[in-house]
């Protein structure tokens, strides 16, 4: 396949402008970004495998064994979008340069993210602004043609996080920050004896409301099914857009694993 434009900020070489021939070659050097954006697909691929593993292994022995399962896929599943992003911060070089363990933390904290919530003066509440990772993205997909057509299908990818029919973006948010997520099976068996309480003003809250899902364990199991094959088909088309030749042997005279990336929708063994 044809690589990407060249792309370089600073004196950094992306991945893409590097062939694997070239990384012990005086024609560039081994970066950085280049190595860890090998670890962030290792990485990506154990969060694959702990998805599975949890989908794997829902019992319907116990309804909380079950939900149990499903809560652990559905956040490993999640956190693999925020290594597609990773990925293409570090791998394309967006990133300002770094040199200790807590710079790098900072910024895969603080700026590897689309959009970010800010004060304005005099303002109480919170707008959503755009960062400089974002406003990068759009400068570059404006000066290179090819980078457009990819950040088109990565964002088209990507967006599968938040479908409308299989989506796993507001489960994730549900169950990391409100704890407003149940399988209906837990919640009729558990928690379906609801209470209703009235305020002064003749307002009344019933306790069902603080879940704001309570899907099926078996329509949950379908979303989770459908993400695993989307989250599999973005992580190989993106190994295949760094590493077009699946050589990782070429590391190995760096001390990087060998043969360690293999993404597959089938099973936990993927470190063959």
Same mark, same amino acid.
């Given at each position: ?96 340069? #770094?040199? &200790? /363990? *807590?710079? @790098? ?11 970010? !919530?800010? $004060? ?84 009344? #809250?019933? &306790? /069902? *409301?603080? @879940? ?11 979303? !989770?099914? $459908? ?46």
């Amino acid at each position: 396949m044809n690589k990407l434009a060249t792309f370089r900020l600073g004196k950094k070489f992306s991945l893409l402008d590097l062939g694997f021939s070239d990384l012990t070659s005086d024609a560039g050097s081994l970066t950085k970004e280049s190595v860890i954006t090998y670890w962030k697909f290792i990485e990506l691929s154990d969060k694959i495998n702990q998805g599975n593993f949890a989908l794997n292994n829902v019992s319907l022995i116990s309804d909380s064994i079950a939900y149990f399962n499903v809560c652990n896929a559905i956040i490993a599943y999640q956190a693999c979008y925020d290594y597609f992003l990773q990925i293409l911060f570090i791998g394309f070089g967006f990133n300002d340069d #770094f040199s &200790t /363990s *807590e710079q @790098y933390r900072n910024l895969i904290k603080n700026d590897c993210r689309l959009s970010t !919530l800010k $004060k304005e003066k005099g303002k109480s509440e919170r707008i959503s602004v755009s960062t400089k990772f974002a406003d990068d993205i759009i400068k570059h997909r404006q000066n290179c043609a090819e980078f457009d057509v990819f950040y088109k299908k990565f964002s088209s990818l990507t967006g599968f996080v938040s479908d409308s029919n299989f989506g796993i973006a507001q489960f994730a948010n549900c169950i990391k920050h409100q704890g407003g997520f149940i399988t209906k099976e837990l919640y009729t068996s558990h928690r379906a004896n609801n209470l209703y309480f009235v305020s002064d003003d003749g307002s009344s #809250f019933d &306790t /069902s *409301e603080i @879940y704001a899902y309570r899907p099926a364990l078996q329509d949950v199991i379908e979303r !989770l099914s $459908k993400q695993n094959a989307k989250i599999v088909e973005i992580s190989n088309w993106l190994f295949d857009t760094f590493f077009p030749v699946r050589k990782i042997q070429t590391f190995q005279t760096h001390n990087l694993p060998k043969d360690k990336i293999f993404f597959t929708t089938n099973g936990t063994e993927q470190d063959k």
